[in-house]
């Protein structure tokens, strides 16, 4: 079993920054990627980063240049800083681990956390 703990939303002004956290635990063998995922609400559930071990990182385009993904290896834990927030950035953000398990790929989620931007 893998667990997700998220932490780090809240409520900023538009223009502002927030740090998302998201630790890890349990049987992490075989990481393939950790990264964010959020949804806006009447939306569906978007990608915005991850990284791939190696410490290789994708971004949506919405987010390029203003987030960015990291890792901690030691802690097992994933960071966001999200700079330049804009309104349309307020969704509940999740967390995902993907494992590779022999041929098969298993996502891992966390409960969400909220962000919300005011204009």
């Known amino acids: 079993q893998v667990q997700l703990v998220e932490s780090g939303g809240g409520l900023v002004q538009d223009g502002g920054s927030l740090r998302l956290s998201c630790a890890a635990s349990?049987?992490?063998?075989?990481?393939?990627?950790m990264g964010w995922y959020r949804q806006a609400p009447g939306k569906q559930r978007e990608f915005v980063a991850h990284i791939i071990t190696g410490a290789r990182t994708n971004y949506a385009d919405s987010v390029k240049g203003r987030f960015t993904i990291s890792r901690d290896v030691a802690k097992n834990t994933v960071y966001l800083q999200m700079n330049s927030l804009k309104p349309e950035d307020t969704a509940v953000y999740y967390c995902?681990?993907?494992?590779?398990?022999?041929?098969?790929?298993?996502?891992?989620w966390g409960q969400g956390t909220q962000v919300t931007v005011s204009s």
């Open positions: 349990g049987n992490l063998f075989s990481i393939n990627t």
């Open positions: 995902n681990v993907n494992l590779k398990r022999g041929a098969v790929y298993l996502d891992y």
